[in-house]
Each structure stands twice: as C-alpha cells, then as structure tokens.
C-alpha cells in the first residue's frame, strides 16, 4: 500500500469522525452545556496517566475483539449483529467452566477458560452460519433474533442454578482463583492493580497479528475473502460458498467470545447479567471506522474506549450532559461512515471541478 | 389453562400486540419499498420520549402524540437520506440510529428534567390509552387497501420489487422510497407513543426494549403483508400476555416465554414453516444509471 | 420521425459513440445493425434518456429536443423495450403496464378499466394475453409482449427494441415480427436494435450499420445483401481468419454421455447431451445463446447444484460427474467462464491473488503444514509468469482487476487457466468485448494450446468465431445437440439452419 492509497484510506474515517463530533456538539450545545469543554473533559480524562490510559485500554479490549468479529464477517460479505449474542454465551459458558472446575489449579483452568470462550462463541456464531448456508436465512435477522435468545438462557441458567443466595442481582456464584487473569498492574510499574485493564489487553493485539495474518496470508483467508468479494468468482475458484459462511461466523463468533477473557477472567471473576455495555453493536463501528482491517480495529477501539472512559467523566462533571452523549457520538460515526457516499461524492465534486 | 384464557388476558395480549403492530406496519411501508428498516426500535424510543416529554410541558397527549408522529418522521428522514440519496447499507444505518436513540433521550431527559433519563409521570388524564390501539388495527384493512387499490401502493410494490422497471416507467423511486420511510416512521412513533403514554404514563430509559425487532420478526412471519402480519403480532403480544401472567405462578421460567418470538422467527426463517419470500429489491440501494 | 444528429457519447476512456447521425423515417421498420459492442445499443439508450449524449442533437417529428430521462422519452411518443424486460414480475399484467400512469383517482384506481383498454390492445395486434395474468406466470414470449403494450398504452408513436429476439425462441421470432408489421400497418415507426443479418432483411424497410461507435453505412433494405451488410459491419471481406495446421486429435480426454439438467423450475436446460473431446483438437458448439451453451459449460466446470445434473462426464476415463470444481479443476479441468467480471476475477483484488482464483488450496501456491500458508515469492512468480506470457499491460500486479481493460482481464484470466498445463480447457465467449489486438493473441493462444495436446471445448455466440477456430463442430437448441458438422466443409447457412431448427424467421 503505498503512502496516497493510505492517506485516502484514513480520510473518510477521519471526515465521518469529525462530521459526528460536530452534530455531537450541536446536541451538546441544545442541551445547554459548552461542546468544546465538553469535548475536552471527554477526550482530557481518558488520558490521564494512570487511570484515564487504563481503563481506556480496559474498555477498548473488548472492543477489540468484537471490531474483529464483525471485520472478519464482513470480509465474506456477511453482517455479524450477532457479536452480543456469542459474547454472552461465551461469557456465560466460561464463568460456567470457571465455576464447575473451580478447584483446577491455573495452569488447567485457564487454558479450558480461554478454550471455553472461543469455542462457545465460535458455536453460537455458526448457527446463523450454518442457517443461512443450509437454509438461505439472512444473517442479519437470524443474529439479532439469536441475541436476544443468547441474553434469555444465559439468564434462565444463571438465575435458576448458578444465583448465589440472596443476592439482589442476577449474577452467578465467582469463578475459581485459577481462572483469574493477571491485570497489567502485576507487571507494569506505577500502574495500579485496582484498574482492570489485564493481559486481556495483550492477547487482543496478538489476535489482531492472527487475524492478519489469517485473512491475508493463508488460503482460509484468501477463500473467505474470495467469497465476500465475489461468491460466483469464489465458486468458480473451486470454493464452496457456504463452508466459508459457516466458517467465517464461526471465526466471527468465537473472536466476540473473546470478550469474556476480559470481562469474566479479568474484571468480574463471574457472570453477570447485561454485562456487555453494548460491546457488540460498538463492535461494528468499529469495524466500519476500522475499515475491517486488524490495525484500523485497534485504533478505533482505542477511540472509542477512551469515549467510554471519557464518558463518566462527562456524567459527573458537566451540568447537564450524560454520558449517553458517547452512545450518540457512536451512533452518529457509524451512520456517518456507513453514508461515506456523503463525503466521497463531495470529494469527487471537487476533484472534477478541479 | 381455563384460567389463563380470560377476557383480561385477551385484553393485555391486544394492549401488547399495539406497539409491535404499529412498528410493524411501519416497517411494512419502509420495506416493500425496498428499504430495509430495522431502525424500528431507533423510532419506537424516538416517538415514546417526545409523547411523554411534548405531553408533560403541553399538558396535552394529543400534542405529544403529534409531535410524536413528527418525530419519527424525522428520524426516519435520516434514515431514509442515508440510504436512499447517500446509499448507505441499510442494516447498518439502521444500527446507527439504534445507537443514538439507546444514548439520545437519556442526553435530551437529563437536560429537561435532570433526571437520568425517564420523564416525569403524567397524571391519568393526560393518557391516551385506547386510541393509538384503535389506531393500530384500523391500520390493518387501511394498509391492505393502499397497498392493492392506491396509486402509491401500486409504486410502493413495483420499487420495492424491480425498481429500474418502476423508473423506466416513469416512477420516481427515490420519492416512492422516502414516502415509504416517513410512513413507518410516523406509525411506529404512535407505537412508541403508546408505550410511553398509553400503556405507561411517562418514559423510561430503553422503555421499546426490544419490541422493534419483534415487530421486524413479525413482518417476516407476516410475509410483508399486512393481515399476517397482524396475526403474527398477536401471536406475540399473547407470548408476552402470557410470560407477564405467568411469572412466579408457573414452574416455566419465564424466559422460555420470552424467547418464543425469537424462536419462531427462526424457524420461519429456515424454511421449516413456509417460506417468506422478501420484496426483491430490499436493501438494494438504487442509482439511476 | 426520429433523428439522430453527430451523437456522441463517452464511457471513461471508451467512446461508445462516435458523432452518430441515425434518421429514421415514420412509418417505417428500422433496423440497426452491428456487432457486439458497436455503439447500437448506446445511441438507441440515449434516444430513450437513459443516457445523456455528451454532445450532438436529438430530433423529434423534425423538432429539436431534449431527452433527459425516459420520462422526457415517453411524453414525445418514444417507447421502448429492452433486452432485459423493465417488468415487476409479482404483479400482474394491468399492473405492470399502467405503472406510471395509473387510470383513475390516486386513492382509487380504475384496473377494471385498464383491464378492458389493455385486452383490446392486445386484440388489435392479435396477441393473446390476459390482463390479469401475474408476470412470472408468463413465458418470456409473452413477456416480450408485455413490454410491447406497456409503450403502447403510453400511446407510443414510436418503438424501439434493443435485441428483440436474442431470448426468443425462432417460432416466437416469427410472431413478434408478424406483430412488428401489423404495428407498421397501424402507423406506427419500429426501431429494432440486432445484430443478426437474416432477421433485418426479413423484418425491416432501412438499416443502418453501425462499427466501432461510427455509423458506417445506411442502406434500403431492398437494396442490398447479406454480404455487403457483413461487409461493413465488420470492415473486411472475411470475418475472421485463424492460421492453424490441421488438427491431429489422439485419444479421447472428455466423454459426456446422455448429460441432463434439470433446473429448479423444472426446465430441461440440458437433453442427453453426448459427445466427447480428444487431445489436441477444438470443439466448438454452436447455437443461439440461451440454448444450454452457459449450463453446458457450467455443468462441466462443475459449478451447478449436483442434484440437478444426471448422466456421464468422464475425464481421461475417469467419473468425474460427482466431483465439486474444485475436484475437478485438481483432475486437469481449466475454465475461461463467459463472464469474466461476475465470474473470472475478483475486480477488488489485485492482479497477484486474481492469479490464485482456483490455484490458492495447492502447493506451490499453498505450503507448509496443512497447506495454509500462501506461499508469497510462489504468487509473485506466478502473477509474473502469468502477466508476462499473456502480455497482461499494464504489468503491475498490485494493481486491482478493475483496472485493466477488457481485452486484458481477459488475457489474464486466459494466462490464469493455461499456466497449469490443463488436459481439458472449456472456454466460454472468449472474446466478448474484447479489442482485435486481444482477439488475435487470444485465438492464437487457443490454438497453440491445442497442438500442445490440450483438448478444448470453445462455446460462443460468432459463429464466426467457433467455425474459424473448432476443428469439429456441435449445434445446440434448445439443450440438445442437434447435429455434428466440420466447419470447413459447411457453409454459415446451413449452420444457422440447425440452429434455427430450419426455422429462421
């Protein structure tokens, strides 16, 4: 990719980004609080050191996993709604395995904690995998119907058989201590432990290089890749459509499984019910912002981790915005880079009277 | 089961069946002219926070509920300019509104009533909660009738199915398509209206929950047509009657109950039921060459 | 009635029309005339205002106007019915021809009333349809009709048809032409879009022959030949010329025997279709297209539902009926598919992974454990390879597919399929929108294959084309091979016959 096509590359995102600041702003400025302070308490503690930088990592790691499940889908031309779904069966899955083997020392536990989450994701992913290549249903309404199914069993289970007594909430009984992931404050000196942010944090970017290297360099990738592109051209290729639907929902199921690395081994040590922030939905702007490329993921989540950070602070610190302003602010990205039309026929405009 | 079929159970299923009808017909208008519309939760919130907030500083529910219908107009508007002018994937310009509304009220609350995101209650007086209802099923034979006998349901269907045809013929689809986006807005607002001062009597953070995709479900189990469509939506208003009665008498957990939609949806859609067959052109966005 | 005055019109770099003047006189059939990818169809889009001429005049009943849409189109009496019908196909006849301009009040509309004033239509012109029919319960024949009272009940006074007859049966050509005329009789003007010689001298009173964008000639119908018309539609004397040895076949590579295919509406696409191909020789098949030449060379390929296929395809021996394309592009068969954008190329990708399409699951391409990895310096060195010996310009495999011209997507996709050696190479429409430059490398490249001992089977719609290039010749209608003949020994005539079944109109 040379220098051009990359500059290119980030502009629209960087256009839609800004055009959803804007209108942000206006809101911000109707609801009768000053935009750019605003913005500057947003942005300014999600920066602080400690803690602005460490829960801006904490939130932007399951946004990591769930912009690569959507970014994965989407390369074979498929639209993952379902990324909340297979995060929380995964999540529930693995506080489950947690709980039942609790007495496994770490090095076991961990290992089937982590099996657990990709595998249990990967399987409620393949479901509409599996019913659009058998049966032509569209994965778009099959995931949004399995999510809302994903969130009723994983609270049928949790409130019938893993409740602990007496509890208000609706949330299982803790994992084992082996299942417990480290947190970056173990190792990383002047970094609090209080702060969740975990190794979840570095196996996100390791699965990023996998999922690199994956899609372009393997010829699993290349036949997924084939096939969003060009399904005919795929089949002619000599590859089967529907395997690779299968597959890449699969994939795409067990990265958003990914999620309960961080927010079950790493922060709550349980299940808890509605745990996911909208992580899932998040997930596909961040894709989209992303361009569906690992790098891009990374940034956008780190984008919109900060927001989430930076949106607590909006909360308490202005008179009048809440932090619902991020949801907005996300919202508006990706309805502004899904009509990227908006400003590519502007540039083209200008380009032609140029 | 005696017990369980009574006239109130009957009333509460019709009463739970009104938002999703509504956001269903609305749906039906966006979608048989070909553009996918799952915004309907996005315009359900849309039109339940502007009823309860234009209904509590008017002291009028009409109002809200007109300003209501303005509203959903409006985001639906959005909607419609992303996918129809700037050719936006329509799932994911649906998704997007989805998000702002999931943030958007709760933003526009705070600053109201600072609250953290309902309204204020509204006293009884200032609730309409028969008409949206009445409203809802005379929407029924109406939308048959503008679908088979109208000019406009003549162009909904042809641009839903083959737009270029419904162009060369002189058709302007881009108009047909807004028309048909504004129409779900407005209905599924008078949904959202219901919720809020109809069935309740003020707003509640993310208070559709859910009941837009619902009403997308049952229009996929209805075919895209409106009397099918009516009865899947009963069928689900019964589902949620039932949960709602059920809960703590039954053994059934209740959400067993609450799954049921989701569950046939999916089974209608892996053909195991019929086969509901989509309008053709739905979610193609259409460029005039 | 209609004039076209220097029309010219641009597509990015291609000029599609070059200055064209076109005058057609009321009452009369007009026939425009050309090869693919002449300019025809473009000018007769831009008289409709489905196109905007980038600069010449439009003239009207003698009246200069502008046609920027076909609503513009319709108002000055111009109908017009395309190659692919403009028909919503859930709807019903009535339905679909008032579309637009809807009788009655907008709350109400008056379809009884459309239905009588459309079976009257019809009646006038002989045409049996029934208002009230849905669209996908006709046959295409009479879908074709459909179009025809669309236009009409706009009251058109004049009609054009972009290749009328390419879907159509030679019977149902016989009708529409008896249609055509009576139209004539009634006053109307009929512009008829073709590129087929015997259907515009039996149809029309002018023609006017159209080459590279350029209009080349404008004859009385009477008054001139098949030949001269040949002549200037393609600029020299002989078509198409391929200097090639004879053949010198050895043994049988592909054996099809008694293949059927029945598609998922139950119609027989293909009808105990047998014949085989040997090393070292060119079969063409001939025939109209839409007679099972595309589900011909699919059902080899392997890329039809397997449930719909019966009967024998033996490779070297071998069954290789039950194999997916994958399986048999491992067993030697390559593909030049007639599609090269929908199925040859992945236009997004760059021209290094276009060249793996159907290579990327073996070695030396795939290496390593499970053969996963792809192989870089194995993609590079076949990406040049490929680039290289088919003279792909330019030779940049990074660039996207997208970019190239067609002539070289076509070169790569050829270069793609020939690399491995293959044993058996079904090529469809192989130079179908590509320049002459292409067409002679590409014909050449065919050839040599050949003498290499590859066994070809060449489908396409010239006929000038399959009988200049197969050694051995199949006729196809209607999914039957209907006859053998050598291209060398047998006149053009006399092919068309078998393929018209005798029947030309």
């Not at chain 2, 009409?62 to 936006?88: E, K, P």
């Not at chain 3, 088919?390 to 996207?400: E, I």
């Amino acid at each position: 990719m040379n220098l051009k096509k990359s500059l290119r590359e980030l502009t629209f995102p960087l256009a839609a980004v800004a055009a959803a600041f804007v209108v942000g702003g206006l809101l911000v400025l109707a609801v009768g609080d000053h935009p750019l302070l605003t913005y500057e308490l947003l942005i300014g503690s999600a920066l602080t050191w400690p803690d602005g930088i460490g829960y801006t990592i904490f939130y932007a790691t399951p946004l990591i996993f769930t912009g690569l499940a959507v970014a994965v889908a989407f390369r074979c031309g498929l639209l993952n709604i379902g990324a909340e779904g297979q995060l929380t069966i995964a999540a529930f899955a693995t506080a489950w395995v947690g709980i039942e083997l609790a007495h496994l020392p770490a090095v076991l536990l961990l290992p089937l904690c982590f099996a657990t989450a990709i595998v249990a994701g990967g399987a409620w992913g393949a479901i509409p995998g599996v019913l659009k290549a058998r049966f032509g249903a569209h994965e778009v309404i099959t995931t949004i119907m399995l999510n809302f199914v994903a969130v009723a069993l994983a609270s049928y289970v949790t409130q019938y058989h893993y409740k602990p007594v007496g509890d208000p909430i609706l949330e299982t009984v803790p994992i084992g201590a082996g299942g417990h992931i480290p947190r970056l404050g173990t190792f990383v000196p002047g970094f609090p432990e209080r702060i969740p942010a975990s190794i979840a944090f570095l196996v996100a970017l390791v699965v990023c290089v996998l999922v690199y290297l994956f899609l372009w360099r393997t010829r699993w990738g290349f036949e997924i890749r084939a096939t969003g592109a060009s399904p005919p051209a795929a089949q002619y290729g000599g590859i089967k459509i529907g395997r690779q639907v299968v597959l890449a929902m699969a994939i795409s199921g067990a990265l958003a499984g990914m999620v309960a690395i961080n927010e079950v081994l790493g922060y709550r040590y349980r299940y808890y019910d509605s745990f996911s922030a909208g992580y899932g939905f998040t997930g596909i702007a961040v894709a989209l912002l992303g361009r569906n490329h690992p790098l891009g993921v990374v940034i956008a989540s780190l984008l919109f981790g900060a927001l989430l950070r930076g949106g607590l602070f909006v909360d308490i610190f202005t008179q009048h915005v809440s932090k619902d302003l991020v949801m907005v602010l996300q919202g508006l990205i990706i309805l502004f880079v899904a009509a990227e039309a908006l400003f590519r026929d502007r540039f083209a405009a200008r380009r032609a009277k140029a | 089961m005696s017990q369980i079929l009574t006239v109130a159970f009957l009333l509460s299923s019709l009463r739970l069946a009104t938002p999703l009808l509504l956001a269903a017909l609305g749906g039906l208008y966006s979608e048989r002219s070909g553009v996918i519309n799952i915004a309907l939760e996005a315009l359900l919130l849309a039109g339940a926070f502007t009823a309860a907030t234009v209904t509590h500083f008017s002291g009028n529910p009409w109002i809200g509920l007109f300003a209501a219908i303005v509203a959903g107009v409006a985001v639906a508007f959005v909607h419609g300019v992303a996918c129809i002018r700037f050719r936006a994937d329509q799932v994911v310009s649906g998704t997007a509104l989805n998000i702002v509304f999931l943030g958007l009220p709760q933003l526009l609350a705070g600053a109201f009533f600072a609250s953290t995101g309902a309204t204020p209650q509204l006293p009884k007086g200032q609730l309409l909660p028969f008409t949206p209802m009445v409203i809802a099923f005379a929407l029924v034979p109406i939308s048959w009738y503008v679908l088979e006998r109208t000019r406009f349901g003549l162009r909904v269907r042809a641009v839903g199915e083959n737009p270029e045809a419904a162009d060369t013929a002189g058709v302007d689809v881009a108009r047909v398509r807004y028309l048909g986006v504004m129409l779900s807005g407005a209905l599924a607002a008078i949904g959202g209206a219901y919720l809020s001062i109809g069935q309740a009597s003020l707003f509640t953070r993310n208070m559709s929950a859910g009941r837009g995709f619902i009403a997308l479900a049952a229009l996929i189990f209805g075919n895209w047509r409106p009397v099918p469509t009516m009865l899947a939506c009963l069928l689900f208003g019964a589902a949620d009657a039932l949960s709602i009665q059920m809960q703590g008498v039954s053994r059934v957990p209740v959400q067993f109950i609450q799954m049921i939609p989701y569950v046939l949806t999916l089974v209608v859609l892996a053909g195991f039921i019929g086969k509901s067959r989509a309008p053709r052109a739905l979610g193609l966005p259409y460029q005039k060459k | 009635m209609l004039e076209l005055r220097n029309i010219t019109k641009r597509f990015g770099n291609v000029l599609a029309n070059d200055s064209v003047s076109v005058r057609v006189e009321p009452g009369t059939i007009h026939a425009i005339v050309g090869e693919n990818g002449a300019g025809k169809s473009t000018a007769m889009k831009i008289a409709y205002g489905f196109y905007t001429a980038d600069s010449g005049e439009i003239l009207v009943a003698g009246q200069p106007r502008q046609i920027d849409s076909p609503h513009d189109a319709i108002a000055l009496g111009i109908g017009m019915v395309h190659q692919h019908f403009m028909l919503v196909e859930p709807m019903t006849v009535a339905e679909n021809v008032v579309l637009g301009i809807e009788p009655g009040s907008p709350w109400k509309l008056d379809m009884p009333g459309a239905v009588a004033k459309i079976r009257a239509l019809s009646q006038q012109l002989g045409m049996a349809i029934d208002p009230t029919a849905k669209i996908e319960t006709l046959a295409v024949g009479q879908q074709q009709r459909v179009e025809l009272l669309k236009a009409l009940y706009r009251e058109a006074k004049l009609l054009i048809l972009d290749e009328p007859t390419a879907v159509l049966s030679p019977q149902a050509v016989g009708e529409l032409f008896t249609i055509l005329r009576q139209m004539r009789e009634q006053g109307k003007t009929v512009v008829i879009v073709t590129h087929k010689l015997s259907e515009v001298l039996a149809i029309s009173d002018e023609v006017t022959v159209m080459r590279d964008g350029k209009v080349v000639g404008n004859r009385k119908t009477a008054e001139t030949s098949a030949a001269e018309l040949a002549r200037l539609m393609v600029g020299r004397d002989v078509l198409l010329r391929v200097e090639k040895p004879p053949a010198k076949p050895i043994g049988a590579v592909l054996a099809v025997s008694g293949l059927t295919l029945v598609d998922e509406d139950g119609h027989r696409r293909l009808d105990d279709v047998s014949f085989d191909v040997r090393a070292g020789e060119i079969v063409g098949v001939a025939g109209i297209e839409g007679n099972g030449q595309t589900e011909l060379i699919e059902a080899l390929a392997g890329l039809v539902d397997a449930g719909e296929v019966t009967g024998s395809v033996r490779l070297l021996d071998q069954e290789v009926g039950s194999l997916d394309a994958r399986a048999r592009r491992h067993r030697g068969i390559a593909h030049v598919p007639e599609d090269r954008h929908r199925r040859g190329l992945l236009l997004d990708f760059d021209l290094a992974e276009n060249c793996i399409l159907g290579a990327a699951d073996r070695p030396p391409v795939a290496v390593g454990p499970a053969r996963a990895w792809l192989s870089r310096p194995a993609i590079h060195g076949r990406c040049t390879r490929i680039l290289n010996e088919h003279d792909v310009r330019p030779p940049d495999r990074t660039l996207p597919a997208r970019s190239l011209s067609g002539g070289n997507q076509q070169k790569l996709v050829m270069g793609r399929e020939l690399t491995d050696g293959p044993k058996l190479l079904l090529v469809a429409q192989p130079t179908r929108g590509v320049d002459i430059g292409g067409i002679e490398f590409i014909h050449r490249r065919l050839v040599e294959m050949r003498d290499k001992g590859c066994a070809i089977l060449l489908v396409s719609s010239e006929l000038e084309e399959v009988t200049a290039l197969a050694d051995r010749l199949l006729v196809i209608r209607d999914g039957k091979i209907v006859g053998e003949v050598d291209p060398a020994q047998t006149s053009n005539e006399q092919i068309g016959l078998m393929m018209t079944g005798g029947a030309a109109a």
